[in-house]
């Protein structure tokens, strides 16, 4: 959408510079060949203007997307779950300038409310925000808040896009709640399949925390998928969010056990200590994780060289030279000052998954003015558009992305590694 009505400003501008140009006057009362065809031109340039003003009309006008929609978002912006509320409140709030840049007919109002990855503050950051108006949520951010809300904003009819909560409880049984990222039982699998594929390690450990929705929904499905592709998973380890401090006896099994690979479906935060702790011992492993881990190069004194040559999936690298990641990345560092991680990446697709959503409705039905619209009506008109097998949005995350009516997304992951510092795409 956005390359559309840019592409249909330019036009409008050459249009009018040639009608300007094919306007000079002359004091020559006669016409020769040169001029009927300037005169030609100028007319068929008036009649391009003509149909291109229309055109904008159109689409940002009467018949097409109007008013201003209240868009809210949880997660978490302190707390030590802070850098993954951060970096997609960021990412989002980029989409939004964005959006109320290509049209003045449709403009979106933000609102991100902290949740500090809680789900009891998460439900009253909920209830704020609909105390302020809002008409869809950018959120959760994580699983465990995520499931919570939803929980309410399925009983209101609201609807979400989470940009990051993967876990299958978060949409299951909730038509009006939709994800951004992958869920955790594709998260499993494809991970497995790739360390098979690429022939990364005979043997693996895994190392999970089994108090998490989101750890251990990925550790089955990655543990199914392993056993089908013959892939040895020699050790199994745990811990919960009150013991993630201490992973001697973990990394000491899977040595033990001769692991050539250790799978992390983990947060950043326990992924650092594990890496620390490895390196304590000496012991010199491939690891890989998926995309809890992404954000692991920002953490505050965390020594990056330790995760030199660690890989995860994602479904964003900012090396990518498309122009759309350029452009993204190049505001996203001026603007905070850092690469933007997969999660910023996430919350910036998130508006523009909304917006492209609504600009498809407005055209297949002859408009839609979103000023005083419900949040109940709206969340009607959103599911029908994301369930709808002809729609899909081209993101920073993924092209041709296209939704399943349990909330699920489709798109391909990528693979990264940590090298010097920086994700590389592999």
Not at 300 to 313: I, K, P
Not at 316 to 327: E, G, K, P, R, Y
């Amino acid at each position: 959408m956005k390359r559309k009505i840019v592409a249909m400003l330019v036009t409008t501008a050459m249009v009018f510079s040639l009608t300007a140009c094919g306007g000079s006057s002359s004091e020559s009362t006669g016409t020769t060949a040169t001029e009927e065809t300037t005169q030609e031109e100028t007319a068929e340039a008036e009649t391009e203007a003509a149909d291109t003003e229309a055109g904008e009309e159109t689409a940002s006008g009467e018949g097409g997307l109007t008013g201003t929609l209240k868009l809210g978002f949880i997660g978490p912006l302190t707390g030590a779950a802070a850098l993954y509320g951060t970096s997609a409140s960021n990412g989002a709030s980029i989409a939004v300038e964005e959006i109320n840049a290509i049209s003045p007919d449709f403009q979106v109002e933000f609102d991100a409310q902290d949740d500090e990855h809680d789900a009891e503050k998460s439900v009253n950051a909920y209830n704020n925000l609909k105390d302020w108006g809002a008409q869809a949520i950018v959120g959760c951010v994580t699983t465990t808040p995520c499931v919570a809300v939803a929980s309410e904003a399925n009983a209101d009819r609201m609807f979400m896009l989470t940009p990051s909560a993967s876990a299958t409880s978060v949409t299951e049984g909730k038509d009006n709640v939709f994800q951004l990222c992958f869920s955790d039982p594709n998260q499993g699998s494809a991970s497995a399949q790739y360390i098979s594929d690429n022939g990364l390690a005979e043997k693996v450990a895994v190392i999970y925390n089994n108090s998490d929705a989101y750890s251990t929904g990925i550790y089955q499905t990655f543990q199914t998928a392993a056993d089908e592709l013959g892939l040895e998973v020699v050790s199994v380890t745990t811990f919960t969010d009150d013991t993630a401090n201490d992973f001697s006896v973990q990394l000491t099994e899977a040595q033990k056990a001769g692991a050539e690979l250790i799978f992390l479906p983990i947060y950043y935060t326990p992924a650092s200590l594990i890496m620390q702790q490895a390196a304590s011992m000496s012991y010199d492993v491939k690891m890989f994780g998926v995309d809890g881990m992404d954000g692991i190069l920002s953490l505050e004194g965390f020594d990056t060289s330790l995760a030199e040559g660690v890989m995860l999936l994602t479904p964003f690298s900012a090396d990518a030279t498309d122009d759309a990641t350029v452009s993204f990345v190049t505001k996203y560092q001026d603007a905070y000052g850092e690469v933007p991680s997969q999660f910023a990446a996430d919350g910036y697709d998130c508006p523009y998954a909304i917006y492209t959503a609504l600009s498809y409705y407005a055209e297949k039905n002859g408009g839609l003015n979103v000023d005083g619209l419900s949040y109940a009506d709206l969340c009607e008109i959103l599911i029908s558009v994301f369930s709808d097998s002809a729609f899909s949005v081209d993101g920073i995350t993924g092209e041709g992305m296209t939704w399943t009516a349990e909330g699920e997304v489709n798109k391909a992951p990528r693979a990264v590694v940590i090298k010097d510092g920086a994700y590389v795409g592999l």
